[in-house]
């Protein structure tokens, strides 16, 4: 297996194009003019000409999620090294997801021998990537930053089914009642137990799925689908506003990129 190294040329364009990452995931979290409702003027097809600088969710080539087609997927070499640790937490209410946001070193990941702290992780209800055309009940995305402001994602997909133990044992009390902007302090924890089950793993170049849609982001999906349930899947909807209950932005087109697969080192 051979390791897809990036051209000089689009290792440049991601570059440049992580500049604009001064704001995490959650860029437009405390602006509500958009949404994820199809017929709305603010949904999702819509988001692009809202504002200028959200021109990337309609014009951009390498959007995300997207549909991932596994008989088309191209081997890799390792590309992914994990070491989360326990660190202060708080949950909050952005009115569009409930986020976990880690204040302090929480340990991250290395990609391509480049460190990414781990920033924050917030739920999709349901998940915003396929595989095979399939989508799931929900998705997880953890979300890290190195230090020249690029960033890392990686995805976990759930379908109904046992309760998940992150949300069971560490924060369920802390999302009841959660009002918008509201937070709650989770002391001290990690997200190890979330990703400790997943060695496979897909790769591809992508954006944040939500407003403004900057790309250059590192994308890893997890190919192991985890277990959540139905009642978790609720706790996570309930405290948010009602048009962003169901807060998957649609599958974007590929456009010629490349999706690799490759089993992590543990």
């Known amino acids: 297996m051979t390791n897809p190294n990036l051209s000089p040329l689009l290792f440049t364009y991601f570059v440049v194009s992580s500049l604009s990452f001064i704001v995490i995931c959650n860029a437009a979290a405390d602006e509500h003019e958009y949404n994820y409702d199809a017929a709305s003027p603010a949904g999702p097809h819509k988001?692009?000409?809202?504002?200028?600088?959200?021109?990337?969710?309609?014009?951009?080539?390498?959007?995300?999620?997207?549909?991932?087609?596994?008989?088309?997927?191209?081997?890799?070499?390792?590309d992914l090294k994990k070491a989360y640790k326990a660190a202060p937490a708080k949950i909050a209410n952005k009115g569009h997801a409930i986020v976990v946001e880690w204040d302090g070193d929480a340990g991250g990941i290395e990609v391509n021998g480049t460190t990414y702290k781990l920033v924050q992780c917030h739920w999709h209800t349901p998940s915003e990537h396929t595989i095979d055309g399939k989508q799931y009940d929900a998705e997880l995305h953890f979300v890290h930053k190195?230090?020249?402001?690029?960033?890392?994602?990686?995805?976990?997909?759930?379908?109904?089914?046992d309760a998940d133990p992150f949300l069971a044992n560490t924060i369920k009390d802390k999302i009841k009642g959660l009002g918008d902007d509201d937070e709650n302090d989770l002391g001290k924890i990690s997200a190890a137990k979330s990703t400790s089950d997943n060695k496979k793993y897909f790769r591809y170049y992508g954006s944040l799925t939500t407003p403004p849609c900057s790309e250059g982001v590192i994308w890893t999906l997890a190919e192991t689908v985890k277990s959540i349930s139905k009642d978790q899947i609720d706790l996570l909807k309930e405290p948010l506003e009602k048009t962003y209950q169901e807060n998957a932005r649609p599958v974007q087109d590929l456009n010629g990129r490349i999706v690799t697969e490759f089993e992590a080192e543990e």
């Open 47 to 78: 988001w692009g000409s809202l504002t200028a600088e959200w021109k990337a969710c309609t014009n951009g080539k390498s959007q995300t999620p997207i549909d991932i087609d596994t008989k088309k997927v191209k081997e890799q070499a390792t």
């Open 146 to 161: 190195n230090d020249a402001g690029q960033l890392a994602v990686v995805g976990v997909l759930y379908e109904v089914g």
